[in-house]
């Protein structure tokens, strides 16, 4: 199977906090996913938008997209998978946000140059291979002065070194015996459905040099220290942010110059 139809296939399973078996509300929705992550509204500001025109790429089952409209912000949110943009509507209409919602590509999306003042990615480009065209994407789409956003998975956190490696690659020995490569196993175990396609964790380092390839003013952050255990996911661990072991590189840079 081509990659890219495989990486469609299993995001329509797998939309991301759509809790469709759970039948959950918008409000519950809101409440796990903040209280999850409670590191995102002090890092991404929802609230600085306000006015200004946001696009989301990679909406999922539209939560982000919603707290962007609940500060005031205009949003247009984007999605490749049929799932995702019929879970963003409906979350919508029930909260009652007017945000505009297209199915589209993150290596092509259909809007003129320089549209938005913010462009945002939560977890969305380290499942892309050709995450170079995403990026100039991203920049096209943004107005000069304009800021991206993003989380990407970081290579060198604990999640990454203790959930991934170890407990597959060597505990079960399918790094050990040649069964996975590194790359393959990362894709396999990142997610809550194991057998993702394609998974890239980054370093710190990694993501800076990609985004400052389009973008100035590059600041990354480390946050969310968690691990998956053998019993349960995203176990939280008593660790300072400084330390810099956490799963989420959370991204800003902004498009000045490198041309138009």
Not at 22 to 47: H, I, N, P, V
Not at 114 to 131: N, R, T
Request: a negative charge; aromatic letters at 12%.
């Amino acid at each position: 199977m081509d990659i890219g139809m495989g990486i469609k296939e299993y995001w329509e399973r797998c939309t991301p906090m759509s809790f469709m078996r759970e039948g959950w509300s918008y409000e519950q929705k809101r409440e796990f996913r903040y209280s999850l992550q409670d590191y995102m509204g002090e890092a991404f500001r929802f609230g600085d938008w306000a006015g200004r025109e946001v696009l989301e790429v990679g909406c999922g089952s539209g939560v982000d997209a919603l707290e962007f409209a609940r500060h005031g912000a205009i949003v247009t949110a984007t999605d490749i998978t049929d799932n995702a943009i019929n879970l963003t509507r409906d979350l919508a209409t029930e909260a009652g946000f007017p945000i505009k919602v297209v199915q589209a590509s993150a290596l092509g999306l259909p809007f003129r140059d320089a549209s938005f003042d913010c462009v945002y990615s939560y977890g969305v480009l380290h499942h892309i291979p050709d995450v170079e065209k995403a990026l100039n994407e991203i920049r096209r789409l943004l107005r000069h002065g304009g800021t991206v956003l993003a989380m990407l998975y970081n290579r060198n956190s604990l999640l990454y070194a203790y959930s991934i490696i170890y407990r597959h690659g060597v505990r079960e020995r399918l790094l050990l015996d040649g069964i996975c490569t590194e790359q393959e196993l990362v894709a396999r175990y990142s997610e809550r459905v194991e057998g993702c396609p394609y998974t890239r964790a980054y370093t710190k380092e990694e993501a800076k040099e990609l985004f400052s390839r389009w973008f100035d003013d590059v600041h990354i952050a480390v946050r969310y220290n968690v691990v998956d255990t053998d019993v349960d996911r995203k176990v939280r661990l008593g660790l300072d942010d400084r330390w810099e072991l956490g799963w989420h590189l959370v991204v800003r840079a902004t498009k000045k110059g490198h041309g138009t």
